[in-house]
């Protein structure tokens, strides 16, 4: 009790001592624009904000070889841009605060037992604990903190541990598990800040990131974890300055197999199929569904997005590409052989996988709903108002059999009071209606023959088409759609939504890419956009 006591105020200690470190007196001159745009764009704000459940659990199996993902109970944070990053959400409360406290002797108890590979030096003679501990700032506190520690950090770390390692009974192994704690209940651990360095002969008030506020940044983005050691040095060193310096690093992140799983976790909130696991259906009306089945569905997604995204293909082969990996637990929903490489010619892309087109239905039966206001919305950027209140969202009951299409022709009937939303939403899901609730392809519903013929309505993505296919490649093929996947890596590089002040920097992006530019360009472009590497300066 008294060591817990004793720490507590150690950690109260460090968090008020400690400082924003990687800012300058002197300012700097922000290197000249790789492109040249029309008129100025304002800097944007960037708050403050905690670390993410996700980024937490990947942050400590980074650094710690803890895979035990402690916070995956907290609950996801969740936001108008559907990503668990946007900063407006990831507060530090009452709730949070205590599992962090609570967690970090639990990893620093755990770390303790795999010393030897976490830490470089173990269980050192008595006269080299504190020349070890000294190591540890250096390596493990370094990328816990994303920059050197300072003499002072260092000196009140070292306090800790020698304070510890005085009370009665204390071991090395109780000293440097305080210390360890300290750091990982540290504001300097558990918040992200960007305060920059302002610019010289700005027109505006204007802070260019330091280059360890970018490579924490960019390692956030690309990977979800904190800096490699070699961003670290190159931040530290003077190699992470100008936008060919940030390209550069960020090449090198993009062919780590950590920048896979970090699209992946952007993909899964973009598509909306992080919940698959979660997804319930009615084991009567589809008895093929089952968990081994869900798993292997968001596998399969997994796997083509992933393989999309590594092999520098574009945003239209998400849309269209018919490459795939099914096993034998999945293969029948399909309608292929276990193993196939291709799906049919029936289907193309994202839309028309099994994981989306159930993560997008109810339980007894499919949503063109559902599906199309996921289109609209997350491939569109366009926002659909929630129903009123007291308007009766129930379908009609209808006497005799009726497709699902037709008992929700009375939403997108003119004068109806859900016309204005379901005419956005409605006519685009029935192109997709081909498939049933768990994505099997079908050409009846309820007995009646399937219609997909659909609609998109309204922008520069407007007309009809006949289905999946025509709908997979009218989306892949407009500049409308691509602008929002823009936007919405925008979003979850920025960890917010986007302002009036943004449209600027995005059309300088969208400016920057090369014809055809892969999913990976579109990572470039957007980490060496000024307002990726600036930020408004605080007052």
Not at 339 to 367: C, D, F, I, Q
Not at 381 to 393: A, I, L
Not at 511 to 536: H, K, M, Y
Request: net charge negative; glycine share 6%; aromatic share 6%.
């Amino acid at each position: 009790m008294l060591m817990r006591r004793a720490l507590a105020c150690m950690c109260v200690l460090v968090g008020c001592t400690g400082r924003i470190v990687g800012s300058v007196d002197e300012p700097v001159v922000l290197p000249p624009p790789v492109d040249e745009t029309p008129r100025e764009c304002r800097p944007v704000p960037s708050p403050m904000r905690a670390l993410t459940p996700r980024q937490y659990d990947e942050i400590v199996a980074d650094l710690l070889q803890d895979t035990s993902r402690p916070a995956r109970d907290l609950e996801a944070p969740s936001s108008e841009t559907r990503f668990d990053n946007h900063a407006d959400w990831v507060s530090m409360d009452e709730v949070r605060l205590r599992f962090y406290l609570s967690s970090a002797e639990g990893l620093a108890t755990r770390a303790l037992t795999r010393q030897a590979s976490v830490f470089p030096c173990a269980a050192p003679m008595a006269a080299q604990e504190e020349a070890c501990v000294g190591q540890i700032f250096d390596t493990f506190g370094r990328r816990a903190w994303r920059r050197t520690l300072t003499a002072d950090e260092r000196t009140t770390l070292l306090g800790v541990f020698r304070t510890v390692r005085a009370l009665s009974g204390a071991t090395y192994n109780d000293a440097l598990s305080a210390v360890l704690q300290v750091v990982l209940q540290s504001p300097q651990f558990l918040y992200v800040t960007e305060v920059g360095t302002p610019v010289v002969g700005a027109t505006r008030p204007t802070s260019r990131l330091t280059p360890l506020e970018t490579a924490t940044k960019l390692s956030l983005y690309l990977w979800g974890t904190v800096p490699d050691v070699a961003l670290l040095d190159a931040a530290e060193q003077g190699r992470l300055e100008t936008k060919q310096d940030v390209e550069r690093e960020v090449r090198r992140l993009l062919a780590s197999p950590k920048a896979r799983e970090g699209y992946l976790h952007f993909a899964s909130q973009w598509l909306e199929t992080e919940h698959l696991a979660d997804v319930s259906k009615n084991a009567t009306t589809f008895p093929l569904w089952s968990p081994d089945v869900s798993n292997a569905a968001r596998a399969e997604l997994e796997t083509f997005i992933g393989d999309t995204y590594a092999g520098g293909k574009n945003y239209a082969a998400l849309l269209t590409a018919r490459d795939t990996s099914v096993n034998a637990t999945l293969a029948p929903l399909y309608g292929v052989q276990a193993g196939a490489t291709s799906l049919p010619a029936s289907r193309a892309g994202v839309l028309t996988r099994v994981a989306w087109l159930a993560a997008h239905s109810h339980p007894e039966a499919t949503s063109p709903t559902f599906r199309g206001k996921s289109i609209r919305t997350r491939m569109l950027c366009e926002e659909v108002s929630p129903p009123p209140p007291g308007v009766n969202v129930m379908l009609p009951n209808v006497t005799g059999p009726a497709t699902i299409r037709q008992r929700l022709s009375v939403h997108i009937e003119a004068g109806s009071s859900c016309f204005s939303c379901h005419r956005l939403m409605d006519p685009i899901g029935f192109g997709l209606e081909s498939y049933d609730g768990i994505g099997v392809s079908r050409t009846t519903d309820n007995g009646l023959p399937v219609d997909d013929r659909g609609e998109i309505v309204g922008g520069s993505t407007a007309g009809t088409f006949t289905g999946p296919i025509e709908l997979s490649q009218r989306l892949a093929d407009s500049p409308e759609a691509n602008r929002c996947y823009l936007t919405q890596a925008y979003r979850y590089a920025q960890g917010r939504t986007e302002t009036s002040r943004d449209r600027c920097h995005l059309d300088a992006a969208q400016r920057s890419l090369p014809a055809g530019a892969s999913l990976q360009d579109v990572a470039v472009a957007i980490t060496t956009s000024d307002a990726f590497l600036t930020r408004e300066t605080l007052p």
